[in-house]
T-cell receptor
Framework: AQSVTQPDIHITVSEGASLELRCNYS??????LFWYVQSPGQGLQLLLK??????LVQGIKGFEAEFKRSQSSFNLRKPSVHWSDAAEYFC???????????FGTGTSLTVIP | DAGVIQSPRHEVTEMGQEVTLRCKPI?????LFWYRQTMMRGLELLIY????????DSGMPEDRFSAKMPNASFSTLKIQPSEPRDSAVYFC????????????FGPGTRLTVL
């Protein structure tokens, strides 16, 4: 069965520090991978997506993610975090006949000034 | 494009009352999804439609929940009767080509059942 694991429930980083949010998936074929961000009181906004090709994908707001098939991972990174990045981050996998996404449980990011 | 539109943004009702949540997907999108988000259970898929036809409603918690999509530009999620445990944020999302493409989320409806 398809599944997505975000092992970190909550992460705290200092403003200006680098960030990496982990995502592991379980899927039997080539996955379609997504990262979404949810600011307080808002809906989910797409940060980036991976379908095929270059395994390092760039997204909005300075985020990037790297697809590693051997590790079944799609970790999200940002070299320098801004206070406005404080939010909930969700990893999701799709791309199969079921036509639904599987979302991870989310990682809550706190940014310390 | 206005994006996915949901109404109302906030709903407060009393236990036993009927609640109707509304969604207008992005024009041209052929998939529509209803999600529920709570602290305890996270983001749950309730039901999704393809070309206005319900495809998978296995996530609908019980018979008190029902969803319709009478046309390509409108969907409703109804709870009758409502219960306090239904309190959550309900999101509607739409996409083109199902899980092969990104989902666009609405701002959500925060439902409080007293």
């Amino acid at each position: 069965a398809q599944s997505v694991t975000q092992p970190d429930i909550h992460i705290t980083v200092s403003e200006g520090a680098s960030l990496e949010l982990r995502c592991n998936y379980s899927y039997g074929a080539t996955p379609y991978l997504f990262w979404y961000v949810q600011s307080p009181g808002q809906g989910l906004q797409l940060l980036l997506k991976y379908f095929s090709g270059d395994t390092l994908v760039q997204g909005i707001k300075g985020f990037e993610a790297e697809f590693k098939r051997s590790q079944s991972s799609f970790n999200l990174r940002k070299p320098s975090v801004h206070w406005s990045d404080a939010a909930e981050y969700f990893c999701a996998v799709g791309g199969y006949r079921g036509n639904q996404f599987y979302f991870g449980t989310g990682t809550s990011l706190t940014v310390i000034p | 494009d206005a994006g996915v539109i949901q109404s109302p943004r906030h709903e407060v009702t009393e236990m036993g009352q009927e609640v109707t949540l509304r969604c207008k997907p992005i024009s041209g999108h052929d998939y529509l999804f209803w999600y529920r988000q709570t602290m305890m259970r996270g983001l749950e898929l309730l039901i999704y439609f393809n070309n206005n036809v319900p495809i998978d409603d296995s996530g609908m918690p019980e018979d008190r929940f029902s969803a319709k999509m009478p046309n390509a530009s409108f969907s409703t999620l109804k709870i009758q009767p409502s219960e306090p445990r239904d309190s959550a944020v309900y999101f509607c999302a739409s996409s083109l080509s199902g899980s092969y493409n990104e989902q666009f989320f609405g701002p959500g409806t925060r439902l409080t059942v007293l």
